[in-house]
């Protein structure tokens, strides 16, 4: 499903990152009292009140110093990543992230009170024509929670006077802001395939869509960063309804440049939230890097099935009968969360392989679809802690109740038993491994999720 996107904008050091950070519940934005801290680009799913939404923390716009390095003659092209003044590259990181979002919250600061960068900020606001939630942070107490009155003299609504600290105010602020949010929606067509294209930057994921739809659909060019937006295609594959979606390169956290790339990054992470099926494109010359698992880190977060596919097969020198072995164990060792995902090996150039990636997707997005009946589901897990009974506890065996599978796409099951405390984690993978041996849900995650039945009712 496509997420709603709500933007924190602000001022510097007014307490975006502190709350960010209590919004999506952890700490994922570095806070610091120096200006200027949050730079690269900060985003996690929320929700509030069953309302999904994806957050975006933005540095601090300081309207004031990047009008006078325009009239400096500084362009921002010019800035590099190692330039000590960001305040360019932060200022056009906010605007694009405004540009995106469907609600924008404008945060502010009690104690100092309203400032001339807060009207800076604001005019833009304005201008954007985007719905503004706005919240003064730092209101601690009652004086300065009667101070927040005089941000109504921006004209952007009633204030709402919050503590990102301590919480206080948040639950009104999220009310306001789910009032707004659209719904996250899901693609219009019910019964088509979504597969996303997945990678890092110029590993060819556009000359695969080309090698798939045997003609040019999209831009391909040796430059990392040329695809900037998800780019949908639909096609029909052997009477199959299918959503190909191009997206931008995904670079790992701190690597990401300022400006276009940064938000185009949001693009790739919301085609994998839209996905049944991902393909993890990689480089065959490269080997897997660190950059590929860490877009793995997205696919399996979102508990979405994907394959990897080498690609640039062709490029290999000195290729023999076991250099398909040892890249497959390359697969395995760097991304041990991924023993259940099939490795193809393609060249997107000489279109080696490539008829074979659209069949490996369908058969992934069928597992991803597959439900085993409870009375099979039941004897599975029956015989397999019969056959290897989990450890003791505290001297209190775990004895299995039932198990039914509550959902498809991931598949997701149910697990009753006397005490889930006396669930250990490696007996947990045991039992999704023999499940994975009657059925295997290639691609494709599963979740185990274990409940606890009182001794009484077992008898």
Known sequence: MRLPIVALVGRPNVGKSTLFNRLVGERKSIVEDEPGTTRDRVYAPAE????????????????????????????????????????????????LAIEEADVVVFLTDAKD????????????????SKPVVLAVNKADNESRRQAALEFYELSLGDPYPISAL???GTGDLLDAIVELIPQATEEPEEDAVRIAIIGRPNVGKSSLLN????????????????TRDAVDTKLTWEGQKIVLIDTAGIRRRGKVESGIEKYSVLRAVNA????????????????????????????????????????????VEDKDSNTINVHTDEVRQRMKFFDYVPV?????????????????????AAQRNMRIPTSELN?????????????????????????????????????????????????????ENRIREVYPFTGTPIRLFFRSRDESRED
Do not use: C
């Open 272 to 315: 994998i939230q839209r996905a049944d099926v991902a393909l993890l494109i990689t480089d065959a010359q490269d080997g897997i890097t660190a950059q590929d698992a860490h877009v793995a880190e997205f696919i399996t977060e979102a508990y979405k099935s994907v394959a990897v596919i080498i690609n640039k097969w062709d490029a």
């Open 379 to 431: 004897r599975i897990l029956r015989e397999a802690m019969v056959a290897h009974p989990a450890p003791s506890r505290r001297g209190k065996p775990l004895k299995f109740l039932y198990a039914t599978q509550a959902e498809t796409a991931p598949p997701t099951f149910i697990i009753f038993v006397n005490d889930k405390e006396l669930v250990h984690f490696s007996y947990e993978r045991f039992l």
């Open 48 to 95: 509030w009140t069953n309302r999904p939404f994806l957050l975006i923390d933005t540095g601090g716009m300081d309207i004031a110093a990047t009008d006078k390095a325009a009239r400096k003659g500084d362009q921002p092209e010019t800035l590099s990543l190692n330039s000590r003044d960001f305040v360019r590259e932060i200022r056009q990181q906010a605007e």
């Open 211 to 226: 090698a798939l739809l045997q003609e040019e659909r999209a831009i391909v060019s040796p430059i990392a960063g040329t």
């Open 344 to 364: 193809l090996f393609i060249s997107a150039l000489t279109r080696q392989r490539v008829s074979k990636v659209l069949p490996l997707a369908m058969s992934i």
């Open 113 to 128: 009170g309203l400032t001339e960068a807060d009207r800076d900020v604001a005019d833009i606001l304005r201008r954007s």
């Open 166 to 168: 301590h919480g206080t």
